[in-house]
Every structure is written in structure tokens, then in C-alpha cells.
């Protein structure tokens, strides 16, 4: 355009003149200068047709430009987007022969776990449990599913079903691809002295504390539910606390805990918890003659309602401690359960208490890929015949951080004749992903 516009100017003029002074020329020299004006006019039609079309040129490449633009802009945004989608997990599968039992290859546990996260705001994470039962059939649970949102650096609000932040285990070791063992510490499962899950809401975050550095979570919610059992309809005495997470407060009463954990130097957690609230019964377990057992539902035989029973006190505290130093790692936990008496309501009995604590040692060697582990645990249950002590001694291969071959052996003490008392080889795979 700007070769062409300044030739636009001096033809229009050349014209105009030649035009202005046809009038005053006669003869050949006016049919010249005709001529010449023709000629002129012709030049001058030409290069205001190259002109629209280089400014048509110009519209499209401004067009082309404006739309790479938007390319471009459209893949910042992917680059870094306002929303992350995530997918993690773990799996694993194993062989298990238990004490004068024939060994059995089982596929232990399939963990999908989603992350939906919009920008440092809020995010949603949730874990499926997917497990093989013995006669084939897969079992699918929810292990927990919560709205996180980041408040500031050191504080986020999570609600919904959470592990228990209790202790460390359930938190931070259950997932098969970090515990070190191929087992749970006998109480720190289902059904043991540790609680497993909670629904509520928690507080949870991390802080300085002068040189040091600490970390806390606060939480209400649900609470846990309680079994008892009965052979006479007469005598009853507590069995278990379910302590899993559930859905509906179905004695109205809320359970307030939560945990605390000092780093006073590099590798090592010390921390300390505690929950108290109520519990209420809401299973009943009638063992009849014979050895048969089942569970009395509310309205079924015996009268049972849980609407009736009363609720009992309930409290939880315990100890942690983790140790690191190179390729050795040194932890242990205790945590003690206790539920109070009732004196009023069909199940009415004695209060009851479970309490479980393990110490674990692990070191990797020749040269960080295979590690030696051994692991200790004490589970003293309201009911004997699930009392246990056991040493645990593990060879795991590491062929990446995420990916291991585990191989265990548990030593088992427990009541003559019981499961508590046999003991176990176990081989595992597990992958974290």
C-alpha cells in the first residue's frame, strides 16, 4: 500500500491539468493531449484497482491474524486451565495361606480415586473400594467422597465422608501400595480400636511453630454405632464398635476430634488425638444354640429397637510417633477406644474397651531395592476370641516407588481355635498409580 498510494495523487493532478488546459491548445497538440489524458486516466484506473485489491489483502490478512490469535489464546487456556482433572489409585493382588487352610490367590482391592479441582479454590476427591468376596462376587463401597476448600496456606474446610484423621494408619498408610506389610496391624481394620471413616466436617492445614513446623485437623460428625451380642436374650455385653463413616446420625448425638503432630526436626512426627461423644446399639448379634449365629434388625425377634437403648458415653485417644533416617523408617501408634455402660434399654450392660498398638521397623537395602520389614501389634478387643499378638515379617522388592512384590509372614497368638490364632504366609502386588 505504500508503494502505490503516493502515484495515486500526482496522476489525479497530471489529469485535472491536462484537462484545465485542453481548452487553450488547437490542432495536433489538442488531439496530443487528448491522448496523453486518456492515457493518464488508464494508468490512474489501474493503480486504484491494485489498491482496493491490496487493501481486500490487507482485510483477510487482519482476518488470519485475529483468528491465530485466538488460536493462541485458546491454547494458553489449556496450558493452564481454571479446572484439573485427575485419576489415582491403587490395586493389588495376592495369594493368602492361612494355618491348616489351603492357600487361595485373591484379588484384594481396586481403588480408583478422582480429583476435581477448580483452580487453588475448592476440590472435589473421592475413593471407590472395589473387593472380590469369596464366592466370586465383586463389592463396591465408597471409601470416602469430600468437598475441599482452601481457605488460605494453612487451613482447608473438608466435608463429607473423610478417613478418620485419628492416628496415622487409616489416613496415610492403608493404601496397600504404601503399607509395607500385606496386612493392616490387627485393631487398625474394620471393626477394631481405630475408627476407619467419619462423616462430617473437618479442619484440617499446617502452620510454623518457630523453628519447628505442625499440622492439626479438627473435626464433628456422625459418630460411630455399636454391637452387641447375646446368647439368652437375657445377658448382653458389647461386641464391636462401626466406626465407618455412616451416613445418617441415627442417635442424634455428634462426635467432636480430631489430631495434632509436632515436627519438631527433620523426620520426625510426633503426634497425639482424641474423639469424644455418644454411641448408641444398633445391632444385635443372637448367638443360638449350637453355634448358630445372626443379626436381630430393629422390630425383629427380642424386641429390639434401637430407638430404646440408651446412649452410652464414647472416647477415643492415641499416640503416634514417625521416625526417618536414609533408607531406615521407624513408627508406631496406640489407640485406645472406650464405650460406657447403659443401665436402661434392652441391651443394657457393662461398658467396654479396645485398645491396639504396633511398632514397625523397615530398611531398604542392596542397594534401595529390596527391603526388610518388621512390624509388632497388640489388639486387646472387648470380645476374647479377638484378642491378638503378632509379629509380622516382611521381604518386599521395589521395581519402582508404586510398584511392589511383598512377601509376609504373620506369627499369630491369639485364643486356641480362633482365627486370631492361626498363622499366615501372604504374597502381594501392588501397584499405586
Same mark, same amino acid.
Given at each position: 500500500?505504500?508503494?502505490?498510494?503516493?502515484?495515486?495523487?500526482?496522476?489525479?493532478?497530471?489529469?485535472?491539468? =491536462?484537462?484545465?488546459?485542453?481548452?487553450?491548445?488547437? !490542432?495536433?497538440?489538442?488531439?496530443?493531449?487528448?491522448?496523453?489524458?486518456?492515457?493518464?486516466?488508464?494508468? +490512474?484506473?489501474?493503480?486504484?484497482?491494485?489498491?482496493?485489491?491490496?487493501?481486500?489483502? =490487507?482485510?483477510?490478512?487482519?482476518?488470519?491474524?485475529?483468528?491465530?490469535?485466538?488460536?493462541?489464546?485458546?491454547?494458553?487456556?489449556?496450558?493452564?486451565?481454571? %479446572?484439573?482433572?485427575?485419576?489415582?489409585?491403587?490395586? *493389588?493382588?495376592?495369594?493368602?495361606?492361612?494355618?491348616?487352610?489351603?492357600?487361595?490367590?485373591?484379588?484384594?482391592?481396586?481403588?480408583?480415586?478422582?480429583?476435581?479441582?477448580?483452580?487453588?479454590?475448592?476440590? +472435589?476427591?473421592?475413593? /471407590?473400594?472395589?473387593?472380590?468376596?469369596?464366592?466370586? %462376587?465383586?463389592?463396591?463401597?465408597?471409601?470416602?467422597?469430600?468437598?475441599?476448600?482452601?481457605?488460605?496456606?494453612?487451613?482447608?474446610?473438608? $466435608? !463429607?465422608?473423610?478417613?478418620?484423621?485419628? !492416628?496415622?494408619?487409616?489416613?496415610?498408610?492403608?493404601?496397600?501400595?504404601?503399607?509395607?506389610?500385606?496386612?493392616?496391624?490387627?485393631?487398625?481394620?474394620?471393626?477394631?480400636?481405630?475408627?476407619?471413616?467419619?462423616?462430617?466436617?473437618?479442619?484440617?492445614?499446617?502452620?510454623?511453630? !518457630?523453628?519447628?513446623?505442625?499440622?492439626?485437623?479438627?473435626?464433628?460428625?456422625?459418630?460411630?454405632?455399636?454391637? =452387641?451380642?447375646?446368647?439368652?436374650?437375657?445377658?448382653?455385653?458389647?461386641?464391636?464398635?462401626?466406626?465407618?463413616?455412616?451416613?445418617? #446420625?441415627?442417635?442424634?448425638?455428634?462426635?467432636?476430634?480430631?489430631? &495434632?503432630?509436632?515436627?519438631?526436626?527433620?523426620?520426625?512426627?510426633?503426634?497425639?488425638?482424641?474423639? %469424644?461423644?455418644?454411641?448408641?446399639?444398633?445391632?444385635?448379634?443372637?448367638? =443360638?444354640?449350637?453355634? *448358630?449365629?445372626?443379626?436381630?434388625?430393629?422390630?425383629?425377634?427380642?424386641?429390639?429397637?434401637? &430407638? *430404646?437403648?440408651?446412649?452410652?458415653?464414647?472416647? @477415643?485417644?492415641?499416640? *503416634?510417633?514417625?521416625?526417618?533416617?536414609?533408607?531406615?523408617?521407624?513408627?508406631?501408634?496406640?489407640?485406645?477406644?472406650?464405650?460406657?455402660?447403659?443401665?436402661?434399654?434392652?441391651?443394657?450392660?457393662?461398658?467396654?474397651?479396645?485398645?491396639?498398638?504396633? %511398632?514397625?521397623?523397615?530398611?531398604?537395602?542392596?542397594?534401595?531395592?529390596?527391603?526388610? @520389614?518388621?512390624?509388632?501389634?497388640?489388639?486387646?478387643?472387648?470380645?476374647?476370641?479377638? #484378642?491378638?499378638?503378632?509379629?509380622?515379617?516382611?521381604?518386599?522388592?521395589?521395581?519402582?516407588?508404586?510398584?511392589?512384590?511383598?512377601?509376609?509372614?504373620?506369627?499369630?497368638?491369639?485364643? $486356641?481355635?480362633?482365627?486370631?490364632?492361626?498363622?499366615? /504366609?501372604?504374597?502381594?502386588?501392588?501397584?499405586?498409580?
Amino acid at each position: 500500500m505504500k508503494s502505490i498510494t503516493p502515484l495515486y495523487k500526482p496522476l489525479a493532478l497530471a489529469v485535472g491539468l =491536462a484537462l484545465a488546459s485542453s481548452t487553450a491548445v488547437a !490542432g495536433d497538440d489538442l488531439e496530443s493531449l487528448r491522448q496523453t489524458v486518456a492515457q493518464l486516466q488508464k494508468q +490512474l484506473a489501474e493503480v486504484q484497482k491494485k489498491l482496493e485489491e491490496q487493501e481486500k489483502q =490487507a482485510a483477510t490478512t487482519h482476518e488470519e491474524v485475529k483468528k491465530v490469535a485466538e488460536v493462541a489464546a485458546s491454547a494458553d487456556e489449556w496450558k493452564a486451565p481454571s %479446572t484439573l482433572v485427575h485419576m489415582a489409585g491403587y490395586a *493389588d493382588v495376592g495369594y493368602v495361606s492361612s494355618e491348616g487352610s489351603d492357600g487361595s490367590f485373591i484379588v484384594g482391592t481396586f481403588a480408583p480415586i478422582f480429583h476435581f479441582q477448580y483452580r487453588d479454590l475448592v476440590m +472435589l476427591e473421592s475413593e /471407590l473400594e472395589v473387593e472380590v468376596e469369596p464366592d466370586g %462376587t465383586a463389592e463396591v463401597g465408597l471409601e470416602y467422597l469430600t468437598v475441599d476448600w482452601f481457605v488460605n496456606d494453612y487451613m482447608a474446610v473438608v $466435608a !463429607g465422608r473423610f478417613l478418620s484423621p485419628l !492416628g496415622q494408619f487409616r489416613q496415610n498408610l492403608h493404601p496397600s501400595w504404601i503399607n509395607k506389610i500385606a496386612s493392616a496391624p490387627p485393631g487398625f481394620g474394620h471393626d477394631g480400636a481405630a475408627p476407619t471413616s467419619e462423616t462430617g466436617m473437618q479442619l484440617r492445614g499446617g502452620f510454623p511453630l !518457630g523453628a519447628m513446623r505442625a499440622n492439626y485437623a479438627v473435626y464433628v460428625g456422625n459418630g460411630p454405632e455399636l454391637n =452387641a451380642a447375646t446368647e439368652d436374650m437375657e445377658n448382653f455385653e458389647l461386641e464391636g464398635v462401626r466406626a465407618e463413616g455412616f451416613g445418617n #446420625d441415627r442417635d442424634g448425638n455428634k462426635v467432636f476430634g480430631g489430631r &495434632f503432630g509436632l515436627l519438631p526436626m527433620p523426620g520426625l512426627e510426633l503426634g497425639i488425638s482424641a474423639a %469424644t461423644g455418644k454411641a448408641r446399639v444398633t445391632a444385635l448379634e443372637i448367638e =443360638a444354640a449350637g453355634g *448358630d449365629e445372626g443379626k436381630n434388625e430393629p422390630g425383629e425377634a427380642g424386641g429390639f429397637d434401637y &430407638f *430404646d437403648e440408651a446412649d452410652r458415653d464414647y472416647s @477415643v485417644y492415641g499416640f *503416634d510417633f514417625n521416625f526417618s533416617y536414609r533408607s531406615l523408617n521407624i513408627r508406631g501408634e496406640y489407640v485406645n477406644t472406650e464405650v460406657g455402660e447403659a443401665t436402661t434399654g434392652l441391651t443394657a450392660s457393662e461398658g467396654a474397651s479396645w485398645s491396639s498398638w504396633y %511398632t514397625q521397623a523397615s530398611w531398604r537395602f542392596l542397594p534401595g531395592k529390596w527391603e526388610a @520389614v518388621a512390624r509388632y501389634s497388640d489388639f486387646d478387643a472387648a470380645v476374647n476370641s479377638r #484378642d491378638q499378638k503378632q509379629w509380622a515379617l516382611g521381604l518386599n522388592y521395589l521395581y519402582t516407588s508404586n510398584f511392589m512384590a511383598k512377601f509376609s509372614y504373620e506369627f499369630n497368638d491369639g485364643m $486356641a481355635g480362633s482365627e486370631a490364632d492361626e498363622d499366615r /504366609l501372604l504374597m502381594q502386588l501392588a501397584y499405586g498409580f
